[in-house]
């Protein structure tokens, strides 16, 4: 029983991964929460399954298709919401409210265009779960994990050992005193938006997948917040860590106490990190950033 | 003859202070050009508009004859390299990825593994400490780094922020013979120090920056003479009362 409690965990964890690295990259550069990003993650989920549904494209290639629009997307709102405060180096908080602002666009445009209903997306892999002993795993679980492995070692191989990655590492500690290397921030930022941006396009075809989609889906993206928040805004890794962390957590709550009462443990375990680590389990302390 | 570098009245405002208040000055290629100064007095943010990182309010900045562009990434792509003050290493990056972050612009992979050796030679404690977090060195080693860092772009000016500051009397002897072997190979030095004594004893030319304005101009070892120099910025007076 705890065993498949914590595949469980896991598996929910995988996708708060996929879209916790998501908030803590651009976080890491730009030192702001962007809380566009689960209206990318939404937009990511309806392209992967319009493309399932209406241009019939093989399942890979839809997911191929959701990140490439969701990187777009998360490209252009960089560059309309949050360039020209940069430009005019506007207090931090002028970003949030510009990011409130795009993800309440973000909604109301799905629900005029595309229309308020939930969607589901079709059956792709076999609902009968494999069985290993006692334990029952989901096909899709499985597939969400694999897939998430698979995005997250790339994101952690361009981000750690390309010479763009390095130059990104180099603008999250000091965006300034990289400009003095050559490199050019806009870039950096867009090059940001646009991982963040892929990354909760696969995030939202496979929360799709699991749940369904509808226009303000990207409203349950603020648990992977949770976990970013958890592991470290602004680390990676900690993002992963602190995605894992929460799915587990949430899982055993749901399962021993009341599923009633998951939610508030996801934020009970976000509060106690906060006060007993303010910089998240992998955090480094603050460094020059507020 | 156009100068290699050249600022016509420039003037900086920001935040309300006028901190820079019409600077006219030169650097010709080759030269160790130093500007000395209290603290307060515009020097770093002087360094700071010819990189781009604050605007200029009014005035021009030349290079090479030809108004510098006024993106910080762009001034360094046309050969302007600036070591900041602080020792502004990226703590999160080993000594080695600092190094080649120095060279983003650079597409000639030989060419950068060639000055990668030459930061080396200059400093061989950088090449003991290559795999470690630039985070971990000591302050003397994070002013080695960021110097060698500046190299790295193989710049044909480098503007330098204080050097020496903080640094022990040793490492302050070492980091001022390194400036001179970095301008006899070949890069043109614009040097911005509070350590007036060894700045204009290595300099070719220098000027005095007092409040935003250019208050004396001349050239090193002269200056190093004159007595209201020595008298506000080498500590003459007080010297004199120790004999």
Redesign the interface.
């Known amino acids: 029983m705890i065993l498949q409690q914590i595949v469980n965990g896991i598996s929910i964890g995988a996708v708060y991964a996929l879209i916790a690295v998501g908030y803590s990259l651009v976080y890491s550069v730009l030192n702001f929460s962007n809380f566009a990003h689960g209206d990318v993650l939404m937009l990511g989920a309806y392209i992967g399954f319009f493309s399932l549904m209406l241009l019939k494209v093989p399942f890979p290639l839809a997911i191929a298709m959701a990140m490439v629009g969701a990187g777009i997307i998360a490209m252009i709102i960089e560059k309309i919401a949050y360039r020209p405060l940069r430009l005019r180096r506007a207090p931090l908080l002028y970003f949030m409210i510009s990011a409130m602002g795009m993800s309440i666009f973000l909604q109301n445009f799905t629900i005029v265009t595309i229309g308020p209903n939930f969607r589901t997306y079709p059956d792709i892999f076999p609902v009968k779960p494999f069985a290993v002993g006692n334990l029952s795993i989901g096909r899709l679980d499985l597939v969400i994990l694999i897939a998430t492995v698979i995005v997250l070692l790339l994101l952690t191989w361009l981000v750690y050992k390309t010479?763009i990655g390095?130059?990104i590492?180099?603008a999250?500690?000091?965006m300034?005193?990289?400009?003095?290397?050559?490199?050019?921030?806009d870039l950096i930022a867009t090059l940001v938006f646009l991982l963040a941006g892929a990354s909760a396009g696969i995030g939202g075809v496979l929360f799709g997948m699991k749940y369904t989609v509808y226009p303000w889906m990207g409203v349950l993206t603020i648990k992977a917040f949770v976990a970013a928040v958890v592991g470290g805004l602004g680390s990676l890794p900690g993002a992963v860590v602190g995605a894992f962390v929460l799915g587990i957590t949430e899982t055993f709550a749901a399962a021993y106490i009341s599923s009633a009462f998951r939610d508030l443990f996801s934020y009970l375990l976000m509060t106690i990190i906060i006060v007993a680590r303010p910089a998240g389990l992998m955090g480094?302390v603050a460094?020059e950033k507020a | 003859m156009t100068h290699l570098l050249e600022c016509k009245d420039l003037h900086v405002k920001y935040g309300g202070v006028h901190a820079l208040r019409g600077i006219s000055l030169h650097v010709d290629e080759g030269e160790i050009v130093t500007i000395i100064g209290a603290n307060g007095a515009g020097k770093s943010t002087l360094l700071n508009a010819i990189?781009a990182?604050v605007p200029i309010s009014s005035g021009e900045i030349l290079y090479e004859g030809q108004p510098l562009p006024r993106?910080?990434?762009q001034v360094?792509?046309r050969g302007i390299?600036?070591v900041?003050e602080g020792r502004?290493v990226?703590?999160?990056?080993t000594v080695k990825?600092n190094l080649?972050?120095?060279a983003?612009?650079r597409r000639d992979a030989q060419g950068v593994a060639a000055d990668l050796e030459r930061v080396y030679r200059i400093f061989p404690r950088l090449r003991e400490r290559e795999n470690q977090y630039a985070g971990s060195l000591s302050g003397g080693e994070q002013q080695m780094l960021v110097i060698g860092?500046g190299l790295m772009?193989h710049p044909r000016l480098m503007l330098m922020d204080e050097p020496s500051l903080g640094l022990a009397p040793m490492l302050v002897q070492e980091i001022f013979k390194v400036i001179r072997e970095i301008n006899r190979e070949g890069t043109t030095l614009l040097l911005v120090e509070q350590n007036a004594h060894k700045a204009l004893a290595i300099a070719h030319r220098a000027y005095v920056l007092e409040t935003g304005e250019i208050i004396r101009e001349g050239y090193g070892q002269d200056l190093l003479k004159d007595p209201a120099v020595q008298e506000a910025y080498l500590g003459a007076r007080r010297t004199a009362r120790q004999k």
Do not use: C, E, W
């Not at chain 1, 300034?176 to 050019?184: F, H, Q």
């Not at chain 2, 990226?90 to 990056?93: G, P, S, T, Y």
């Open positions: 010479r390095i130059a590492q180099a999250a500690y000091n300034r005193v990289a400009s003095l290397m050559g490199i050019n921030p480094t460094q | 990189s990182i993106k910080a990434h360094v792509a390299a600036q900041p502004q990226f703590a999160n990056l990825d080649k972050i120095g983003f612009l860092r772009s």
